[in-house]
């Protein structure tokens, strides 16, 4: 029973660009508040603890120990997440993991387990589930409104000045675009198509300075007979965005993740518009609030861990397909040993 007074205490592990975002998306809630945090750069905890009111601890095991922790945000490069998972997990402070949820399948196979022995909820920050137009078209396609799932497709377009010294561009450390970016494309088209049969794909390195891809095409084919498609790149000039989904009784576009157009077979039109000034912002602020109202309620999380493991094995099987030029097959498994490319 959601019990209105009580105040969830929000423990950050990681205090870089994407903690100042839920940082400030926490500020929003009335029963919420960001209590503690740790990051190895003592500066920057400092920093954004004091535009907060939040205690910083040395390290992670300080943090575990802090009283009162209702969850645990893990906010750091992937490559230390099932590590800190397994260490807060032991703590048994509920944790949020940004995603890439892992590395690796083994990885993701033991950070979840650690949760499942704790009883504990360990949720995957998938934040593009949150967007309002994204979220909509999931429903219209289980409503039955759209037919049986056809096709969907997400291009995003976008020039991202990646420094060269920056974890991003180390394979090893973050996964590369396929793990940074391409992970939200194909969450969202395996939420719209289920389970995926195979993958193929085909990256390119069009920016000299970065040792990771930066531009990825993958084709997905669904267990249901339907298909996926991403095209992602992080080196282009000019920037746009689009998502779509066919069904067998319509079709819609998400245009620049601000407009949602279509129209159904028996004649009715979809429109919704958040508007030119949408800030994606919105996003986080849903996602956290909902993380805080499971909370209060004691209902699981919405994106499980088991939830950001499919995402990760469909992420890794593109990147294999990509890096091998060969169509992997369902069960797709396997990681591939990450090797930067020069
Ligand atoms: N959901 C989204 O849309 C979204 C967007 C951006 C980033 N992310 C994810 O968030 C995570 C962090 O990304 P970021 O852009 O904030 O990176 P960042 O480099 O800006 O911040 C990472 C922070 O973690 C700290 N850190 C590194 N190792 C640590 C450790 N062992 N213990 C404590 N602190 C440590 C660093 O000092 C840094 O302050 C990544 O997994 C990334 O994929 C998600």
Redesign the pocket.
């Known amino acids: 029973m959601l019990n209105d007074k009580l105040m969830i205490n929000i423990g950050f ?9 839920h940082a400030a998306a926490i500020k929003t809630i009335n029963d919420a508040r960001l209590a503690a945090i ?4 003592p500066e ?2 400092r920093l954004l603890a004091g535009k907060h009111g939040a205690v910083v601890f040395s ?2 095991e300080a943090l575990l120990r802090s009283p009162g922790l209702d969850v645990l945000y893990i ?4 490559e ?2 099932a590590r ?1 998972i397994i260490a807060a997990a032991a703590a048994r402070i509920p944790i949020v993991c ?3 949820l892992t590395v690796t399948l083994d990885e993701a196979d033991q950070a979840i387990a650690a949760c499942k022995r704790a009883g504990l909820p360990l949720m995957t ?4 589930r949150y967007h309002p137009l994204a979220a909509l078209a999931k429903e219209l396609l289980q409503s039955g409104e759209l037919g049986d799932f056809v096709a969907a497709w997400s291009h995003r377009l976008i020039h991202l000045p990646v420094s060269p010294n ?3 561009n180390d394979l090893r450390v ?1 996964g590369g675009l396929t ?2 970016y391409a992970m ?1 494309d194909l969450d969202w088209l395996s939420w719209l198509g289920g389970d995926v049969a195979g993958v193929s794909a085909q990256e390119a390195h069009t920016n000299p300075e970065l040792n990771i891809e930066d531009n990825l095409w993958a084709l997905l084919q669904f267990r249901n007979g339907g298909s996926g498609n991403i095209g992602l790149s992080w080196s282009v000039p000019s920037a746009w965005t689009e998502r779509g989904l066919i069904g067998s009784q319509g079709n819609l576009r998400i245009i620049e993740q601000k407009r949602l157009v279509g129209r159904l077979a028996d004649g009715r039109e979809l429109a919704e518009d958040l508007g030119d000034d949408y800030d994606w912002f919105d ?2 602020v849903r996602e956290s609030r909902d993380i805080v109202r499971r909370l209060q309620q004691g209902q699981p999380f919405s994106i499980s861990g088991d939830d950001g493991r499919r995402a990760l094995e469909i992420t890794l099987a593109v990147q294999k397909a990509a890096k091998t030029g060969k169509m992997i097959h369902s069960p797709l498994g396997n990681d591939l040993p990450l090797e930067n490319n020069s």
């Open positions: 592990l990681g205090a870089g660009d994407i903690a100042a975002v740790a990051d190895v750069d920057r905890a390290d992670l906010l750091t490069p992937p230390g997440h800190q940004e995603k890439p920050g998938l934040s593009h920056s974890w991003l973050g793990l940074q939200h996003v986080f």
